[in-house]
């Protein structure tokens, strides 16, 4: 007979890290699924978290090792799968959780399955991905050591990688929508006090140029229209997150944006069906209110399955 799991947790982000701690410890047959081979999700890709309690100056794939090894302490690992659909059988409720090669079943869901950076669209963007193209200057980065680049957006990613670019590169332009950044004050301090960094407000990306390498961004003003080329080597992007709830349409609610539609217990639309972490509705995603997620959503679990 099909082993039927108390839980099954999607993702393996600090939401996901969280949820599992927390399910072993509260004695759940619980079966964990993750695409990539790191768990940390996002902040693999992060060089610093600066805002974590008790773990200043920490790198993002430093702090995802230490949280996955605690898990692993425990005895709880992701598995490594890609899911492919969630839905609940019509009769039973049990949850049946489909990846390439296998079908699961559980009681409860835990959908932690993160966001995904935003594309901007551009000609050249998708072309040149990965030739001066990136969306992870932590990853790619060192590529561009003494050359020039520019990053894209006005949020705490885009800052945090103009500033880690800064120390690298020769130049690095700032392209941002309006004018004034999105990002946390301490950030933009530090973004303004670099030398080699120039700001391009109130400007968009109209192309990405170049045939085999990066060789120049297309900017427009948005208030007095006029264009200008900004000659450089690497192009980071970085204009938010999608949530990661494509294959979850139609299983539970999600709001205009993409997001599930869920408050902090992570109740969702679909009985038995939990969201934690930054694909759910909420004001902030960050490392702190993702791992708490994790931990509500195994409360409102427990709960679910005590009922
Ligand atoms: P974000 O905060 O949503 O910022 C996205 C930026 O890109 C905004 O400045 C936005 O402009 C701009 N943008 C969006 N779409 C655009 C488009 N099509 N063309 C041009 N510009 C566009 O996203 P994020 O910086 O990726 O951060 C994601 C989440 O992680 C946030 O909740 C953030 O706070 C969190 N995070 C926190 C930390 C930290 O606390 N240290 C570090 C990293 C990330 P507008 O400003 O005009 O909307």
């Known amino acids: 007979m099909t082993e039927i799991y108390d839980l099954i947790i999607l993702g393996a982000g600090p939401a996901g890290i969280s949820a599992a701690i927390y399910a072993v410890r509260a004695g759940l047959n619980t079966l964990w699924l993750d695409k990539t081979f790191a768990a940390g999700g996002q902040i693999v890709n992060t060089y610093e978290v600066d805002n974590y309690p008790g773990m200043p100056g920490m790198s993002g794939m430093e702090l995802a090792e230490a949280m996955a090894a605690h898990a692993e302490k425990l005895g709880i690992a992701p598995v490594r799968e890609n899911v492919r659909s969630v839905e609940a059988d019509g009769d039973t409720g049990v949850k049946i959780v489909r990846t390439k090669k296998n079908e699961y079943r559980a009681k409860t869901v835990i959908l932690a399955l993160g966001a995904a950076h935003r594309t901007l669209d551009v000609p050249g963007e998708s072309e040149l991905a990965g030739m001066g193209v990136s969306y992870c200057a932590t990853c790619d980065g060192a590529f561009f050591k003494d050359r020039t680049c520019v990053v894209v957006g006005g949020g705490n990613v885009a800052v945090e990688d103009a500033v880690f670019l800064a120390r690298i590169c020769k130049k690095v332009y700032v392209v941002h929508r309006r004018d004034r950044l999105r990002a946390d004050g301490i950030l933009q301090e530090r973004l303004f006090a670099c030398e080699n960094v120039e700001m391009i407000w109130d400007s968009v990306v109209l192309a990405i140029e170049g045939t085999e390498q990066v060789t120049a961004v297309q900017v427009r003003?948005?208030?007095?229209?006029?264009?200008?080329?900004?000659?450089?080597?690497?192009?980071?992007?970085?204009?938010?997150?999608?949530?990661?709830?494509?294959?979850?349409?139609?299983?539970?609610?999600?709001?205009?944006?993409?997001?599930?539609?869920?408050?902090?217990?992570?109740?969702?639309?679909?009985?038995?069906?939990?969201?934690?972490?930054?694909?759910?509705?909420?004001?902030?995603?960050?490392?702190?209110?993702?791992?708490s997620d994790g931990a509500n959503a195994v409360a409102s679990v427990q709960k679910y399955l005590s009922r």
């Open 221 to 291: 003003n948005v208030k007095s229209g006029e264009t200008q080329t900004l000659e450089a080597d690497g192009v980071f992007i970085a204009v938010g997150i999608v949530p990661n709830t494509k294959l979850l349409e139609g299983f539970v609610r999600l709001d205009e944006n993409g997001y599930v539609i869920a408050g902090e217990e992570g109740i969702t639309s679909a009985p038995g069906v939990f969201a934690a972490g930054d694909i759910r509705t909420k004001a902030l995603r960050q490392v702190v209110t993702a791992v």
